[in-house]
């Protein structure tokens, strides 16, 4: 098994490196041999190569950095994402998939435009806070923390319904991107050490692309404890 950390270093911030190295201590738990990847700007990676691709969140700066580079994989990446292939983008990272972002002083930069969906930054003011979001693939709810300064606009798919907390735009009851396979969110924590729920969930989709390896879960029990904890608690504050 292949996985590939794009972008490692510079968008990778609230220590998101944390999803892959969850993913790879449940591989090794599993028993399953694998290798990652960790490119950056100016590499080039063969896309069809990798089992799973991860993409962390970045300041808007690098953001727009990385957007120039990241045009190279359009084809590839909507010819990884339309075979079924798990992706994962968190944060700002897959704002880059949309038509435009336009920045906090109207600059207007053009996404990759594999979707119809536009970005807009709001006057450098940061939006942020915990949350408490559902969805119809899992059968519990996801906790975790957003920060941002944009809204975001024209998302069909939605990834996550809000049940507590921010969601794409003010008063958005709903959150995030899903296409088959790639799974989008603005949701740190990092969201796969905060939902070992969510971690399992990925290693299955991996699992029924690769050789069909049964995920390892019996290690969880102090994850999923701090899950239980952060939820409950998060549940009784919202709800006070």
Known sequence: M??????????????????VSALERMLEKSGVKFTTDRL?????????????????????????????????????????INSGKVIL?????????????????GKVYNGLGIYDFTVTE?????????IVYTSDILTKPIVGFVNKCSEIKGIKNHLFSVKHGLGDYENAKTEGLK???????????????KNPHFLEYIALQISKNTDGFKPCTDYLDYE?????????????????
């Open 2 to 19: 292949k996985i590939l950390h794009l972008y490692h270093d510079i968008m990778n911030l609230y220590g998101e490196y944390a999803n």
């Open 40 to 80: 950056t700007l100016f590499d080039n990676a063969d896309l069809g190569d990798y089992d799973f691709i991860y993409i962390g969140s970045g300041t808007e700066k690098n953001q727009k950095l990385v957007l120039q580079d990241f045009k190279k994989y359009k084809d590839f990446l909507v010819e990884y």
């Open 89 to 105: 983008m968190t944060g700002n990272s897959f704002e880059m998939l949309g038509k435009t972002i336009t920045d906090s002083d």
């Open 122 to 130: 709001q006057n450098k003011r940061r939006i942020t806070g915990d």
């Open 179 to 193: 296409d088959k396979n790639l799974f989008a969110t603005h949701v740190t924590g990092p969201i796969m050490i």
């Open 224 to 240: 999923r404890a701090g899950y239980e904890i952060t939820l409950g608690e998060l549940t009784k504050r919202f709800e006070e």
